[in-house]
């Protein structure tokens, strides 16, 4: 069992920055698949980034890809998704899923345990 929760967001103008932080509970947390998703009112769930369980590969959506990073520190066993020049359309609720390692990382049904998600606004 993994329990995961999201932290690190808040009301942001456009061109500015935040991180967003994914706590996880539970031993095995390195050896998760960690991604990032994201959804806006009206819209489905989208995949935005991922990193692989020992932190060396990672995926970006095209969206965000130049501008935001993922990283994770296992030690502490935490994600980070670090989001720079934010635009009005990066304006979402954001989630942290983990799931086992090689899934297909762009696929909300690969990923087995959710985040409560926390709020993105950036302000034009």
């Known amino acids: 069992q993994v329990q995961l929760v999201e932290s690190g967001g808040g009301l942001v103008q456009a061109g500015g920055s935040l991180r967003l932080s994914c706590a996880a509970s539970?031993?095995?947390?390195?050896?998760?698949?960690m991604g990032w998703f994201r959804q806006a009112p009206g819209k489905e769930r989208e995949f935005v980034a991922a990193v692989s369980w020992g932190g060396g590969t990672t995926y970006y959506a095209d969206s965000v890809k130049g501008r935001f990073t993922i990283s994770r520190d296992n030690a502490k066993d935490t994600v980070y998704l670090q989001m720079n020049s934010l635009k009005p359309e990066d304006t979402a609720v954001y989630y942290c899923?983990?799931?086992?390692?090689?899934?297909?990382?762009?696929?909300?049904?690969?990923?087995?345990?959710w985040g409560q998600g926390t709020q993105v606004t950036v302000s034009s």
């Open positions: 539970g031993r095995t947390f390195s050896t998760y698949a």
């Open positions: 899923a983990a799931g086992p390692p090689g899934l297909r990382v762009f696929m909300t049904a690969n990923y087995t345990y």
